[in-house]
């Protein structure tokens, strides 16, 4: 089946490095990305979506100049979190979904998430 | 308003009895699609069981079935005879609409302990 690699699967790092997590989808092509952030004990909520070629869509309310997308290839999108502080903190997930392979009703999948610890 | 509304934050049930997680949705389009996702304590996201807007029958995916009721818009899932490996969270996810980058809106979740 389909499969989605998150890379690292956990990052601490001291404030203000930046961080870049990547999201690859190991046998499809994915032309759209999505990334999530998880806080704990919270549900997942869409940062953004990735678009292959062109600029990210952003949800209301996240900083884009704080979370850059790029989504230069048919399998790989990149989340670098920029001059990265305490507040980002969190559990950022990414999910992709197969377009061509049937069934049409194909689900999303994801990644195994990134914990990310900002000291 | 919330799209997707999951109103038990936390759920026992024992071990070999069946349990139902609820979930009720919220939207205009005609065409769309409901998810269930099982998150452990790992953090990765295992897809469940999906029911789409056009469907007759409820999903059913080994012990995990849908009990989709389009005119209450509530699609809860039933996990039968639960497992101590069932003891996670559960997320109701609904796509609306065909297009291809249509992203997943998330209730809140359910978490689920399994008593042996």
């Known amino acids: 089946g389909a499969v989605v690699s998150q890379h690292p699967s956990r990052v601490i790092c001291k404030s203000g490095t930046s961080v870049k997590i990547e999201c690859r989808s190991l046998?499809?092509?994915?032309?759209?990305m999505f990334w999530y952030r998880q806080f704990p004990k919270q549900s997942l909520m869409l940062m953004a979506t990735?678009?292959?070629?062109?600029?990210?869509?952003?949800e209301q309310g996240v900083e884009k100049d704080k979370f850059l997308i790029n989504h230069a290839s048919l399998t790989l999108s990149t989340l670098t979190v920029t001059s990265a502080h305490p507040e980002d903190s969190s559990f950022y997930i990414c999910?992709?979904?197969?377009?061509?392979?049937?069934?049409?009703?194909?689900?999303?999948?994801f990644g195994d998430g990134t914990r990310l610890s900002i000291l | 308003a919330q799209k997707i509304t999951q109103t038990q934050p936390g759920m026992f049930v024992q071990e070999k009895e069946a349990v139902t997680l609820d979930c009720t949705y919220d939207t205009s389009d005609q065409s769309y699609g409901l998810f269930w996702y099982k998150q452990p304590s790992s953090g990765e996201m295992i897809f469940l069981i999906y029911q789409g807007s056009y469907d007759e029958q409820n999903a059913t995916e080994g012990r995990y079935s849908l009990n989709f009721q389009k005119a209450r818009k509530s699609a809860n899932l039933v996990i039968s005879a639960s497992q101590l490996g069932d003891s996670a969270m559960y997320f109701c996810?609904?796509?609306?609409?065909?297009?291809?980058?249509?992203?997943?809106?998330f209730g809140g979740g359910t978490r689920l302990m399994v008593k042996p």
């Open positions: 046998d499809f092509q994915a032309t759209t």
């Open positions: 990735s678009n292959e070629g062109s600029k990210a869509t952003y």
């Open positions: 996810a609904m796509r609306e609409g065909l297009g291809a980058g249509n992203m997943l809106t």
């Open positions: 999910s992709a979904r197969d377009l061509i392979r049937p069934p049409s009703n194909q689900p999303q999948h």
